[in-house]
């Protein structure tokens, strides 16, 4: 028995509703009669079943990572023309101002513009509303869709809790706004949404974990540290702070205290490890710090410029 001509004719079975269970026993008789009953036939039969069935969730996967291909694109090429625009116009005003303090002003201010949370609003909308429009695998696609936002507005930025925060809260108000407007997908939008902005947390969280035997210095270690402090506290303000928001509230309010549940253990135990693992570092910095201290303390240049020079008399 060929394993494609095989995978093939129970594909079609399956496309036609008809359950494992009944190819299954349907093709065992018919190898049984055609005295073709073997162990290599049947394993053939059971990798073709394993694979036909797989094949309409394959298929899904591979169309949203090309949509999700084209999202990143599109993003990427919304961001480096307004990014453009921005620096054109920041150029512009700069060589106009005369004076030193206004163009230190100007490049703080370029700063902030430059990852503004409103694109990042209006990119979510439509990409939302897209999904929406669709109304084709809407849980999953707005699962990935906030994850992959979230991640993608930080990429290049250092961890900041006032930024993740902000940037979770542009993605909701578009989820937000649209269900609102598209009752019948709400839950669906609201509760995966949720789910993905948090996946796209513990990804950020688990990347900080990687990234803290980089940090060089306690000020680096205590920045990082404070952005940790009540960021799992702040989320749920943040969500909390919507449950008045129309009927995304209302679903809000029922899901939140049912949904989340292991979510938000798995949140407080990346938010633990990340404060354990800073305090050890700052202990082994304080440590090597004292080091050099007690080491410059001890070290005698006098005495050691006299060992030199009765080196070289030797």
């Not at 993003?75 to 625009?85: F, L, R, Y």
């Not at 370029?110 to 429009?133: C, G, P, Q, R, W």
């Not at 789910?195 to 990804?203: C, H, R, W, Y």
Request: glycine share 2%; net charge negative; charged share 25%.
């Amino acid at each position: 028995m060929e394993f494609l001509q095989c995978y093939e004719e129970i594909l079609k079975e399956i496309q036609n509703n008809k359950s494992l269970e009944e190819i299954f026993k349907s093709y065992s008789s018919k190898l049984i009669k055609e005295n073709k009953d073997n162990n290599e036939n049947k394993n053939i039969l059971l990798k073709a079943l394993i694979r036909a069935s797989m094949y309409e969730q394959e298929q899904e996967l591979k169309s949203l990572s090309i949509e999700l291909d084209k999202l990143q694109n599109t993003i990427k090429t919304k961001e480096n023309q307004m990014h453009a625009s921005i620096n054109n116009n920041f150029d512009i005003l700069f060589s106009l101002s005369t004076s030193q303090i206004q163009k230190d002003y100007l490049n703080e201010l370029m700063i902030k513009e430059n990852s503004s949370t409103k694109l990042l609003y209006d990119v979510a909308l439509n990409a939302f509303l897209n999904i929406l429009e669709s109304a084709n695998l809407i849980a999953q696609r707005s699962f990935l869709l906030s994850q992959f936002l979230l991640i993608n507005s930080l990429e290049y930025s250092s961890f900041n809790k006032d930024k993740i925060i902000n940037n979770a809260d542009s993605i909701l108000q578009a989820a937000f706004t649209l269900a609102n407007e598209w009752q019948s997908f709400a839950n669906d939008l609201i509760v995966n949404t949720i789910n993905g902005l948090l996946e796209g947390i513990f990804t950020i969280l688990e990347k900080l974990q990687e990234q803290i035997d980089l940090l060089a210095s306690s000020e680096e270690i205590n920045l990082a540290t404070n952005s940790l402090i009540n960021l799992e506290n702040d989320f749920i303000i943040l969500l909390k702070r919507n449950i008045n928001n129309e009927l995304a509230g209302q679903i809000l309010n029922q899901v939140l205290h049912t949904k989340f549940d292991t979510s938000f253990a798995k949140f407080s135990r990346l938010i633990r490890e990340n404060k354990q693992k800073l305090n050890l570092k700052l202990i082994s910095i304080h440590n090597l710090e004292q080091d050099a201290k007690k080491i410059y303390k001890n070290f005698d240049a006098k005495k050691l410029a006299n060992d030199l020079l009765g080196k070289l008399k030797k």
